[in-house]
């Protein structure tokens, strides 16, 4: 029987082969997707680092369902990979509960949590209309000051207000990722102002030139919070941009925008503004008769579990 020798040289190339194979799998497996065009063109561009960062600002606070509208939202970071979540608590300090849901999605260095407390002359009270007074200005104001301390302003990302009750489509998000610098991009939102969209009116050569909002549409600009991004640079221009208390009902949205743009500057997104990618739903408030009858017995459905 003949010895079969197998020279170093020969081991070492193997090695170097299989190394390769290695990388070549882990790099594929990590960075490809098998998803609907526009998301595998988004990894295509993550992985040539040409798409921008969307930082998604969430104001949140404790309620029974927090946990359970912050999950369905967190599914949207696991599928988007340029999403950053800044999520702002209306308490006195970050909770547990809250970043369980964050490290649970995967996103360990993908979120900044915050908190700061709405004035007690801010805070809705017992049956108070949710419109009644503004919600979200503290935590939105501090996630923007975060945002000017903390991000490169020469690198071009885009800021989102993410309510965490509203309906979201991941394709919202490769439309947003193209809104171009100094920019402010605007698109449809359905299911809101007792419509079933609002959306901005364009013109032959695609400029807005209104809305066709149904409430007080002599605002500046009558849309929802969820109809517009931002170009990050926009806010290291105009510093004294921010949200404010001193503003009539459903004016939020045009005391941000009037620091940053005009109608004529906003750029449209989601096919000329004909798709409605974002839905302004809202749950229903969670109904526990049966829990507040256990908790009268110093009893609770939930004890040692988080809901």
């Given at each position: 029987?003949?010895?079969?020798r197998i020279?170093?040289?020969?081991v070492?190339?193997l ?24 998301l595998?063109?988004m990894?295509?561009k993550?992985q ?14 404790a309620?029974p ?10 599914h ?5 990979p340029?999403l950053?979540?800044i ?17 649970r999605?995967g ?5 900044t949590q915050l ?22 200005v503290?935590?939105?104001n ?7 301390s903390?991000?490169?302003?020469e690198?071009h990302?885009i800021?989102?207000f993410?309510d965490?009750?509203?309906?979201y489509?991941?394709e919202?998000?490769?439309e ?6 100094g920019?402010?991009?605007?698109w449809?939102?359905g299911?809101?102002g ?19 909002a149904?409430?007080?549409p ?10 517009f ?7 290291f221009?105009y510093?004294q941009a ?6 009539q009902?459903?004016y939020?949205?045009s005391e941000?925008?009037r ?9 449209p997104?989601a096919?000329?503004c004909?798709?409605v990618?974002?839905?302004h ?14 908790q009268?017995q110093?009893?609770r459905?939930?004890e040692?579990i988080?809901?």
């Amino acid at each position: 029987m003949s010895e079969v020798r197998i020279r170093p040289r020969q081991v070492l190339v193997l090695i170097i082969v299989f190394i390769v194979v290695l990388l070549m799998v882990h790099r594929n497996g990590k960075h490809t997707c098998q998803g609907p065009a526009y998301l595998q063109a988004m990894y295509s561009k993550a992985q040539a680092d040409t798409l921008p960062k969307i930082y998604a600002i969430t104001p949140t606070y404790a309620r029974p369902a927090q946990k359970a509208e912050l999950t369905r939202l967190s599914h949207l970071f696991m599928l988007v990979p340029n999403l950053h979540w800044i999520i702002v608590e209306d308490s006195n300090s970050t909770t547990t509960l809250v970043r369980n849901v964050l490290l649970r999605a995967g996103l360990d260095n993908r979120f900044t949590q915050l908190n700061i407390k709405t004035p007690p002359e801010f805070k809705l009270q017992g049956k108070d209309p949710n419109w009644i007074k503004p919600r979200g200005v503290e935590q939105r104001n501090l996630a923007l000051t975060w945002l000017r301390s903390n991000v490169d302003a020469e690198r071009h990302a885009i800021v989102f207000f993410m309510d965490d009750d509203n309906s979201y489509s991941v394709e919202l998000f490769a439309e947003m990722s193209k809104i171009k610098p100094g920019r402010v991009g605007i698109w449809p939102v359905g299911l809101v102002g007792g419509l079933m969209v609002e959306r901005p009116l364009l013109n032959d050569n695609n400029q807005v030139t209104g809305f066709n909002a149904a409430w007080r549409p002599e605002r500046p600009f009558p849309i929802d919070m969820a109809a517009f991004g931002i170009s990050i640079d926009l806010f290291f221009k105009y510093p004294q941009a921010s949200f404010s208390y001193e503003v009539q009902r459903g004016y939020q949205e045009s005391e941000i925008l009037r620091y940053l743009t005009t109608r004529e500057q906003l750029q449209p997104l989601a096919n000329n503004c004909r798709d409605v990618l974002v839905w302004h739903t809202r749950t229903e408030k969670t109904k526990l008769s049966a829990e507040e009858a256990l908790q009268r017995q110093n009893k609770r459905s939930d004890e040692g579990i988080e809901v």
